[in-house]
């Protein structure tokens, strides 16, 4: 079957105007179908049915292997793969795959170096949304993160979640050389140094190395003079 009514905008060819027609609201920006909920307007019918399940809380597509639901069947084509381990996206520059298209667009901003979101306080471009939203709590102070044993609030839920260690005495991170645990990667990887004497920091004035700046500074009061009366 033929595509005689063409598109005036793209060229896109179409088997009847009432699909040319449709096909238009991609050009004009025209959205016929609105949400009674919540006013939100939509160029198709489909995609008006599918927001609305966010309003009523259906999800008619679950996954055959966890049962978790979902409000749209393209959400549990792609949750799928957390279970099948595909990763249909390679990336053209490392080879890197991914599972969705999404998190492949932002990655390739590694290789680009592209920064698109910017802080409106002091410049600094970030490559993801979620990143500039975190940096931002430091201008505004914002600590949306509470600790539920000493209420002690962070700006990053992973700051929480190493603080927390604290009261649970969780050391997840284990030096293969000894077998001492520590709360964070970073304090392993100083710790690390101890068995490696990579990085060391030595004092100018006798010599003796230390794995971290702290260390050497609490050292180097040694050598201060005493300042008595």
């Not at 490696?196 to 230390?210: E, I, P, Q, R, V």
Request: with cysteine; aromatic share 6%; proline share 5%.
């Amino acid at each position: 079957m033929g595509k005689p009514w063409k598109c005036e905008d793209c060229g896109k060819g179409f088997p009847s105007p009432s699909v040319l027609e449709t096909h238009r609201r991609v050009h004009t920006g025209e959205r016929p179908f609105s949400c009674t909920d919540c006013g939100k307007g939509f160029s198709w019918l489909c995609n008006l049915l599918a927001h609305q399940r966010v309003h009523t809380g259906e999800r008619p597509f679950t996954c055959s292997m966890c049962g978790q639901g979902f409000s749209r069947m393209g959400n549990l084509q792609t949750h799928e793969r957390v279970h099948t381990g595909e990763k249909p996206f390679t990336c053209p520059v490392c080879g890197r795959g991914f599972a969705q298209s999404s998190t492949l667009l932002v990655h390739k901003r590694v290789h680009t170096g592209e920064r698109p979101f910017t802080c409106s306080v002091c410049g600094k471009g970030f490559s993801r949304m979620g990143n500039l939203q975190t940096h931002e709590r430091i201008h505004t102070g914002e600590k949306p993160f509470t600790c539920p044993v000493c209420r002690r609030g962070f700006s990053h839920v992973g700051n929480l979640r190493q603080h927390e260690r604290v009261h649970t005495g969780e050391r997840p991170f284990t030096c293969s050389e000894c077998g001492k645990g520590f709360i964070d990667s970073c304090s392993l990887l100083t710790h690390q140094r101890v068995h490696t004497g990579d990085n060391l920091l030595t004092c100018s004035l006798c010599g003796k190395g230390f794995t971290s700046s702290s260390h050497l500074q609490r050292h180097q009061r040694v050598h201060e003079p005493s300042q008595g009366n």
